[in-house]
């Protein structure tokens, strides 16, 4: 099963991916992920990223599409995965489906996941990183037991640059110009399956269990048909 996960930042696709790669057994492939492994190990790919990511921009093609196909084709992704964060624009889907062509693959289905502006400005300001371990907490929906400090390791929280109210704004704007062309694609491949994530946590992975188990329903028909 090879999935993508795709929406605006915010939207919760790193914390569904997570949940559901473990549910079913897939690698969860996160390129936000990947790019800040670059940057914290102060790579020459992660240091010409940073400039990026601190801006609230996407990062340039050539810069995610290697790392990301590097892991895609590694033998921990030999039972599938879900690509979160990746592809963001049409050149990186484009290059993505000629890459899995060749290899003898393709993506089964995209998750296109959806919400008002508003809860996204919401969720993505109330971030918190732990400066010592990279903890993830959130101010509203998981918050640490002492104000401001990692439960861990006992060491200050900070807000990250791209996750400024200001920087938000523009990268929203980014992605409508940028990413928004990938939900044509992928709808007229046939593959688009849009999630509302309006709602809660749970909610939002039981919507997403059960267009996944719909696409099993249907691939187990179509074997006994054929």
Do not use: W
Not at 46 to 62: F, S, T
Not at 156 to 165: A, C, F, G, V
Not at 172 to 184: A, G, H, P, W
Request: aromatic residues 6%; hydrophobic residues 35%.
């Amino acid at each position: 099963m090879r999935l993508i996960f795709l929406g605006p930042p915010g939207i919760g696709k790193g914390t569904q991916a997570a949940s559901i790669s473990l549910r079913k057994e897939i690698n969860h492939i996160s390129s936000g992920d990947l790019l800040r492994a670059a940057v914290d190990a102060k790579t020459d790919t992660g240091l010409k990223a940073k400039k990026y990511i601190d801006n609230g921009l996407l990062v340039p093609d050539e810069l995610v599409v290697e790392i990301v196909v590097r892991k895609v084709n590694s033998a921990e992704c030999k039972n599938g995965f879900i690509l979160d964060g990746f592809p963001r624009n049409l050149s990186q889907a484009k290059i993505l489906d000629n890459t899995l062509n060749k290899a003898g693959k393709k993506i089964d289905k995209t998750f296109y996941l959806t919400a008002s502006e508003e809860i996204i400005i919401k969720r993505i300001a109330g971030r918190r990183i732990c400066k010592s371990c990279g903890a993830g907490y959130h101010e509203m929906f998981s918050p640490p037991v002492n104000n401001n400090v990692c439960d861990k390791c006992g060491v200050e929280l900070y807000q990250r640059k791209d996750d400024y109210p200001e920087t938000i704004s523009m990268r929203l704007q980014v992605y409508r110009e940028q990413t928004e062309k990938l939900i044509d694609y992928y709808k007229g491949k046939g593959k688009l399956i849009e999630i509302n994530c309006n709602g809660g946590k749970a909610e939002i992975e039981q919507n997403i269990l059960e267009e996944l188990h719909s696409m099993s329903e249907d691939e187990r028909g179509m074997e006994q048909s054929g």
